[in-house]
């Protein structure tokens, strides 16, 4: 074991402050990484607070972060894939039980012994998974993907949570060429659904409740702005998108969304609204709509989204911040005020004494 410097939350009502953890020594698969990046995701934000208290209570001390790009430093006596110097990242899962029929597949994330990047037990120290708010981090081989020269490693950190979880339904739903795509929301999630469904081909709508976004929207390769709060517009789209990617965390009514699909059509939801959706049974009926959700992907696919994002020049618009300004950014976070992704810079942590 060897320790390390970490920011962390000791209380759901404590501020991120620093803190020395413990890392396990390499074993013989593993990956030990320095990290120089790590991307704020909303639910580093919910995880620090205990906001998902029902589903995934927060064991504490909690080390957030799982979007991480780093450098290797060390591999263990097996591993082929990775040597030192390699730029690599983490995102979301760290370890599963790689023989059930989901890990065979390559999606590890629908597997029941799925262990997140922070906060689920750990075999190796006996407490919980501690993430990337951190100096290195240690992770078998198999759960390190290769982050492409191309890319920039600030603006790449948020591909490995808000890119794949935006581009795996995408792809699932054969989005494609002249497809016409609904994207709801235009935050973290959104703006990273907008590019990788403009680089697909699809002729891209962002739903809006905001009329001062239609100009960014635009910039980040939407073909079209619709203001949902004008019912005129709403109209005129209804019944007409194959697919529609919901986005949005906060409560909002899907059925407006719903009308929208044209026949076999489908709303795939990434966003998790705290309250449980209302749907009447005809707003599916009529014309077999479908509602959907999806989260995060498995390896493979996660990979093959670092490619397409390298081939397509696609990054995260983000802030980069030094660690000593986590709290101010959880507190911007919570109002929505970063256009898109805050990034934390690492050095900033190695620098303190």
Not at 176 to 191: A, E, P, Q, S, W
Request: charged fraction near 20%; hydrophobic fraction near 40%.
């Amino acid at each position: 074991m060897y320790k390390v410097k970490a920011y962390a939350a000791t209380h759901p009502a404590s501020p991120l402050a620093p803190l020395a953890i413990e890392r396990r020594d390499p074993t013989a698969t593993d990956v030990r990484i320095e990290i120089l990046f790590c991307g704020v995701c909303h639910s580093d934000l919910h995880q620090v607070r205990d906001e998902w208290h029902g589903a995934m209570p927060t064991v504490y001390p909690c080390v957030p972060g799982h979007e991480i790009i780093g450098r290797v430093t060390a591999v263990g006596s097996q591993v082929t894939r990775f040597k030192s110097g390699d730029l690599v990242g983490v995102g979301c899962l760290v370890d599963s039980d790689g023989t059930c029929a989901q890990c065979r597949a390559g999606l590890e994330q629908l597997c029941a012994a799925a262990v997140l990047t922070y906060n689920s037990p750990d075999k190796h120290s006996g407490g919980v998974t501690l993430g990337g708010y951190a100096e290195s981090i240690v992770v078998d081989e198999r759960f390190v993907l290769r982050i492409p020269s191309s890319l920039d490693p600030a603006a790449a950190a948020p591909l490995l949570c808000a890119g794949i979880t935006t581009y795996s339904p995408l792809r699932r739903a054969r989005v494609g060429r002249g497809t016409k795509v609904g994207i709801v929301g235009l935050g973290g999630l959104g703006h990273m659904g907008v590019k990788i469904a403009h680089a697909l081909g699809a002729h891209v709508h962002v739903l809006t409740t905001s009329p001062g976004k239609r100009s960014d929207a635009l910039r980040l390769g939407a073909d079209e702005v619709i203001v949902t709060r004008d019912s005129e517009q709403m109209r005129r789209h209804a019944g007409t998108f194959e697919f529609i990617l919901d986005t949005v965390s906060a409560e909002h009514d899907i059925n407006a969304y719903l009308n929208l699909l044209r026949p076999d059509g489908n709303i795939t939801l990434v966003g998790a609204p705290s309250q449980p959706f209302t749907i009447p049974a005809f707003s599916l009926l009529m014309g077999r709509r479908s509602l959907s959700g999806s989260v995060i992907g498995g390896l493979p696919e996660t990979q093959e989204m670092l490619e397409f994002c390298a081939e397509h020049a696609i990054t995260a618009d983000v802030e980069v911040i030094p660690i000593q300004r986590i709290n101010a950014a959880f507190e911007r976070l919570q109002r929505s005020d970063v256009k898109y992704r805050f990034v934390i810079d690492m050095a900033s942590l190695r620098g303190l004494a």
